[in-house]
């Protein structure tokens, strides 16, 4: 069982709609989880962070975390073709150095 | 505000050969971070400084991988011989505190071809 599991995709959206990406993670240890965005060639860019149990939102974007059940999920609404990319899913497990353990990535194409 | 920036871009090297990569984080950033992501896989931790002290290298895979950060300002990553498994795309990241609540802003990456 990978660490950090993340349905590669593709995830194909309408323009406008609500795109979805789940992860889920195997250490209960871990203590924090981050979304990164990754266009092709491109450095991963952070976009979310969420520490705690519960929703955390920002602009279009919300992270949903759910220790319990040992799933993230990030949600963009009123997508865009831009935000066709790469989601990774990175969770820190060690307190001292935040390394951080990613999923392979879901990939999102949203269709004008 | 600058971010992280890696040298070279692209490295294209034969197996036997020596490469180093350069990686400058963001200024004010102590905690700097390898990666590395092969064809196909995940990206996966190298190492962790915090100034220019190693503070965790459990995912370096063996000993012809040696970082540096003397200063505790830039980084580089030499890969001493360089075998066919080394090639992907090595990327760093900078972080102003340490732990797990603190973000990490990747670079754009090294991309190294080992023929």
Partial sequence: QKEVEQNSGPLSVPEGAIASLNCTYSDRGSQSFFWYRQYSGKSPELIMSIYSNG?????RFTAQLNKASQYVSLLIRDSQPSDSATYLCAVSVSSNTGKLIFGQGTTLQVKP | EAGVTQFPSHSVIEKGQT????????????????????????????????KESKQDESGMPNNRFLAERTGGTYSTLKVQPAELEDSG???????????????QFFGPGTRLTVL
């Fill in chain 1, 55 to 59: 929703d955390k939102e920002d602009g």
């Fill in chain 2, 19 to 50: 490469v180093t990569l350069r990686c400058d984080p963001i200024s004010g950033h102590d905690n700097l971070y390898w990666y590395r992501r092969v064809m196909g896989k995940e990206i996966k931790f190298l190492l962790h400084f915090v």
């Fill in chain 2, 89 to 103: 795309v090595y990327f760093c990241a900078s972080s102003q505190g340490q732990g797990s609540y603190n973000e």
